[in-house]
């Protein structure tokens, strides 16, 4: 297969997909309002990074140009350093 | 259609699922050393857990007509534990005469740590040494991409380490082309919640074809799926995938880097041949 196959056309992928995304959209929604709903029993700071992490990639889910699958999995990585101290192979 | 399935730790499943996995047309597995669940305390212990892989669970699979293949190392994990991984490394060595034996794995890192960087080159070490082929476990989830680019670092460091003998596993959508162009094999991991769903991994096919890589369900005896890789297959045929494209996805990719094993002994013509010249040769 080349590279960039997508034999699904764009209005059959949303007929097949549509009731798929309303579900987990919907799943999404209840996990933040069932955390909502749990803050007086034991609270869940505005600032903690894992909400700070889904809001960024509820932002991502906004923009129409690709990739969201790859620039929200970013969001939820480490960053990396290229100048970590690599061990040295035994030649 | 018959599927390879190169990454599940059968030692942690049922024989039930040997039998529906052969009901589902699973011709071959391989199955990479892993953490146990608890970290082990000698040697030994990995001693006897290898000769589980190398002897007890090929035949477990083939009474289900399955053949069984094993990767050896001590997992990222207890990598921490630096002696103990040193000792097993050493130990490593008194399997790789065996037959079903496909290389050194899963190898790789868990929190990137020092300690887990150091064990993975004694691994690549050992695997250069003996001319092995080289499984990688790369982390999860937010240590994954941070972890897969280290992985990568060690091994373009190493000007012994050939590329086309390494198979990163368990890529996603941001780390499947660190894989891909730095000219390694990789496999993406259908596991819930954690890494690929079949759909995802469909995505990830057709956003970067089907060459040097593959699928696997890495069932173990977390919530996992043995038969993941059908599901995959089922996926790609309701998009309109050709069968020729998802046979090379889960039957003839694994089998192709398998074929570079030290110890690699070729299958009866009739049980790697696509299904339509088997047909033709009946007639």
Not at chain 1, 30 to 45: C, K, M, T
Not at chain 2, 164 to 184: M, S, W
Not at chain 2, 218 to 236: F, H, Q, R, T, Y
């Amino acid at each position: 297969m080349s590279k960039q196959t997508t034999p699904l056309p764009a209005n059959k992928a949303l007929e097949q997909f549509f009731l798929e995304a309303r579900c987990k959209l919907l799943d999404v929604a209840a996990i933040l309002d069932r955390v909502n709903r749990g803050q007086e029993a034991g609270e869940v700071l505005a600032n903690d990074p894992r909400i700070e992490r889904i809001r960024k990639a509820l932002e991502v889910m906004h923009d129409q140009s690709g990739g969201r699958a790859e620039r929200i999995q970013q969001i939820f990585s480490l960053e990396y350093d290229s100048g970590w101290e690599k061990p040295k192979p035994r030649y | 259609m018959n599927y390879i399935d190169p990454h599940i730790h059968m030692i942690s499943r049922v024989t039930d699922d040997y039998h529906r996995m052969a009901l589902s047309g699973c011709a071959a597995i391989s199955e990479p050393a892993f953490w146990a669940g608890f970290d082990r305390g000698s040697v030994d212990g990995f001693r006897d857990y290898f000769r589980h892989l190398t002897e007890v669970e090929p035949k477990r699979a083939a009474l289900y007509g399955i053949r069984h293949y094993s990767w050896l190392c001590i997992n990222a994990k207890e990598a921490e534990n630096v002696e103990l991984s040193r000792g097993v490394i050493q130990m490593i060595p008194e399997f790789l005469d065996k037959p079903n034996v496909l290389g050194i794995g899963e190898i790789g890192l868990n929190k990137n740590t020092k300690n887990e960087a150091t064990i993975f080159q004694e691994h690549v070490d050992l695997a250069m040494k003996t001319n092995e082929l080289i499984l990688i476990h790369t982390p999860h989830l937010e240590d994954k991409y941070k972890g897969t680019r280290m992985i990568i670092d060690m091994l373009k460091n190493d000007r012994r380490v050939n590329p086309e003998r390494v198979l990163i596993d368990h890529v996603e959508e941001h780390t499947v082309r660190h894989a891909l162009d730095n000219g390694f094999w990789c496999a993406m991991t259908l596991y819930p919640i954690t890494k690929c769903t079949p759909q995802r991994a469909a995505d990830i096919i057709e956003m970067v074809g089907t060459d040097r890589i593959m699928a696997n369900s890495a069932g173990d005896w977390g919530k996992s799926d043995p038969l993941a890789v059908p599901e995959l297959i089922l996926e790609l045929k309701r998009r309109g995938h050709p069968d020729s494209a998802i046979r090379k996805l889960v039957y003839e990719n694994p089998l192709a880097f398998w074929r570079m094993s030290n110890r690699w002994q070729e299958w009866p013509v009739e049980e790697t041949a696509p299904v339509k010249k088997k047909e033709k040769a009946r007639v």
